[in-house]
């Protein structure tokens, strides 16, 4: 997975709560991407990270925010939790036009 | 209308059978083309790149690309049961993000 881990792996919690999704990558790579994975939809992306402290908006960010404080990790927190928020999470790095992929993190908010 | 368009399939075929999997794009702005291919429960894996116009070949896959239709296929000759997954068609307009098909769930039939 091309040097990119992500943790939990699974995770249960309820509505309401604040969770947090943590992405480490050893490549040193400036680029880092969260995505969320849903059937029909695809891929879309939730945020992204330029740089150390530097973030944007994806097209399906209402709900979360991210932060970089280290180039290697990159965390994607739900304040509060929804059933909406139910899917399968993919942080990827981009080391030139292309990104590689993580693991994934399977989030069920009940 | 969604700017990439993928058939979700699912598409099923006997082992030994050529499969083609097609995108179709709208904005003429993209540059780079990627197919990725996602097992069940693993992270997309980076199958082909590619930026201009043509043939991209790599082993049994063959990735084209037609700027002029806003068409791409990947050819898969020689089909085995491990090429069962999901096949991703990806764009970028060369600025770092990514714009996704919903993905074609191929089954290989031994």
């Known amino acids: 997975d091309a040097g990119i881990t992500q943790s939990p792996r699974h995770k249960v919690t309820e509505t309401g709560t604040p969770v947090t999704l943590r992405c480490h990558q050893t490549e040193n790579h400036r680029y880092m991407y969260w995505y969320r994975q849903d059937p029909g939809h695809g891929l879309r992306l939730i945020h992204y990270?330029?740089?150390?402290?530097?973030?944007d908006k994806g097209e399906v960010s209402d709900g979360y925010s991210v932060s970089r404080s280290k180039t290697e990790d990159f965390l994607l927190t739900l304040e509060s939790a929804t059933s909406s928020q139910t899917s399968v999470y993919f942080c990827?790095?981009?080391?030139?036009?292309?990104?590689?992929f993580g693991p994934g993190t399977r989030l069920t908010v009940l | 209308q969604k700017e990439v368009e993928q058939d979700p399939g699912p598409l099923s075929v006997p082992e030994g059978a050529i499969v083609s999997l097609n995108c179709t794009y709208s904005?003429?702005?993209?540059?780079?083309f990627m197919w990725y291919r996602q097992y069940s429960r693993k992270g997309p894996e980076l199958l082909m790149y590619t930026y201009s116009s043509g043939n991209k070949e790599d082993g049994r896959f063959t990735a084209q690309v037609d700027k002029s239709s806003k068409y791409i296929s990947l050819f898969i000759r020689d089909s085995q049961p491990s090429d069962s997954a999901t096949y991703l068609c990806a764009m970028d307009f060369g600025n770092e993000k990514l714009t996704f098909g919903t993905g074609t769930r191929l089954t290989i039939i031994p």
């Open positions: 990270s330029y740089g150390v402290k530097d973030t």
């Open positions: 904005n003429s702005a993209f540059q780079y």
């Open positions: 990827a790095i981009s080391p030139s036009d292309t990104q590689y």
